[in-house]
């Protein structure tokens, strides 16, 4: 059975990094598809960054280009979502999700093409 597990959330000023962790088990990593969203109090999950093709081709979304990387090390099954200059307006509850290759139909950018997810971990900017 497929699980994801955050970590790395907390509390940072603006213009702060912090580094999330995705840890899996129960999946075949190298061949996994790996997204990180996040979510705003009263707001839709948004998507963040993909990582897919075994990392091959990182996708972002426009606010995250140029300050947040994703990263996965396919040895240590887990995957990263280095975040830099970080403004209040991220502040949200950040997951990682999942999907088997041979499963996945995509579009990378919608959350109803993943079956796993985690727990989420809280960041929190402040000006």
């Known amino acids: 059975q497929a699980q994801l597990q955050e970590s790395g959330g907390g509390s940072v000023l603006t213009g702060g990094s912090l580094r999330l962790s995705c840890a899996a088990s129960?999946?075949?990593?190298?061949?996994?598809?790996l997204g990180w969203f996040r979510q705003a109090p009263g707001k839709e999950r948004e998507f963040v960054a993909a990582?897919?093709?075994?990392?091959?081709?990182?996708l972002y979304k426009d606010f995250a280009k140029g300050r947040f990387t994703i990263s996965r090390d396919n040895a240590k099954n887990t995957a990263y979502l280095q975040m830099d200059n970080l403004e209040p307006e991220d502040t949200a509850v950040y997951y990682c999700?999942?999907?088997?290759?041979?499963?996945?139909?995509?579009?990378?950018?919608?959350?109803?093409?993943?079956?796993?997810w985690g727990q989420g971990t809280q960041v929190t900017v402040s000006s």
């Open positions: 990582s897919s093709d075994g990392g091959a081709t990182p």
């Open positions: 129960g999946v075949t990593f190298r061949t996994y598809v």
């Open positions: 999700a999942g999907v088997p290759q041979p499963a996945f139909v995509g579009p990378v950018y919608s959350r109803g093409s993943y079956r796993d």
